[in-house]
T-cell receptor
C-alpha cells in the first residue's frame, strides 16, 4: 500500500513565524503535491514537484515555498505565517503512467494549521 | 464552465438504497477520472479510477464514464451509514495532465 505521511496532524503557530510542513512517501513516486483545503473552496494546489530539486507553482503559490532535496520528501514552507494561511494542508504523491501522464494521487493524513 | 463540476449537496439517501453521485467536465479535461471519498476532518481516499467509456465495478461501487455527454458518475449500491462522506470527482487536464478536483458532493445516508 502507498503510504504518505505528514509531520504533524495539528499545528498552532503565531503570525510571522516560519513554518515547515513535511511530507514523506514510501512508494518511490516521482510526483509530489501540496494542497490546501478550505470549506467551500475545495482543494487548491499550492506547489508540486515532478523530480528531485524540481518545483512548479500551482494555483496559489503566494506566501509559500517548497523544497525537494530527496525523492521521498517534499516540504512546504510558510516564510512568515499569516492568519489567512490557517487551513488544512494536504500532501499527495503519484507516479507517471506509461503514457507519461500523471497517475492517481494518494494523500497523506493532512495537517490542520492554525495561525494565531 | 469549470473544469470539473459537482453538486455540493447534501444528497440524502436511505440506507440500503442506491446513491448516485454525478460530475460533469469541460473540454479541457481528458479521459482519466478518479473518485475520492473524504470523511469529515480526514484526507481524501481513492475509491476508483476510470479511463474508458462505460462502467467499471468494484464491490458496491460502480463508476460510469460518458465521454459524449462529458459526465462521470459514481453509484453506491446498498448504501450504508458509513458511506456518509464527501465525494470528490477529479479529472486529468488535457494541456498538462494535471489532475483537477471538483469541490465535492456531501452524501448523507439516512439510517
Amino acid at each position: 500500500d502507498v503510504k504518505v505521511t505528514q509531520s504533524s496532524r495539528y499545528l498552532v503557530k503565531r503570525t510571522g513565524e516560519k513554518v515547515f510542513l513535511e511530507c514523506v512517501q514510501d512508494m518511490d513516486h516521482e510526483n509530489m503535491f501540496w494542497y490546501r483545503q478550505d470549506p467551500g473552496l475545495g482543494l487548491r494546489l499550492i506547489y508540486f514537484s515532478y523530480d528531485v530539486k524540481m518545483k512548479e507553482k500551482g494555483d496559489i503559490p503566494e506566501g509559500y515555498s517548497v523544497s525537494r532535496e530527496k525523492k521521498e520528501r517534499f516540504s512546504l514552507i510558510l516564510e512568515s505565517a499569516s492568519t489567512n494561511q490557517t487551513s488544512m494542508y494536504l500532501c499527495a504523491s503519484s507516479s507517471f503512467g506509461t503514457s507519461g501522464a500523471y497517475n492517481e494521487q494518494f494523500f497523506g493524513p493532512g495537517t490542520r494549521l492554525t495561525v494565531l | 464552465q469549470k473544469e470539473v463540476e459537482q453538486n455540493s449537496g447534501p444528497l440524502s439517501v436511505p440506507e440500503g438504497a442506491i446513491a448516485s453521485l454525478n460530475c460533469t467536465y469541460s473540454d479541457r479535461v481528458s479521459q482519466s477520472f478518479f473518485w475520492y471519498r473524504q470523511y469529515s476532518g480526514k484526507s481524501p481516499e481513492l475509491i476508483m479510477s476510470i479511463y474508458s467509456n462505460g462502467d467499471k465495478e468494484d464491490g458496491r461501487f460502480t463508476a460510469q464514464l460518458n465521454k459524449a455527454s462529458q459526465y462521470v458518475s459514481l453509484l453506491i449500491r446498498d448504501s450504508q451509514p458509513s458511506d456518509s462522506a464527501t465525494y470528490l470527482c477529479a479529472g486529468q487536464m488535457n494541456r498538462d495532465d494535471k489532475i483537477i478536483f471538483g469541490k465535492g458532493t456531501r452524501l448523507h445516508i439516512l439510517p
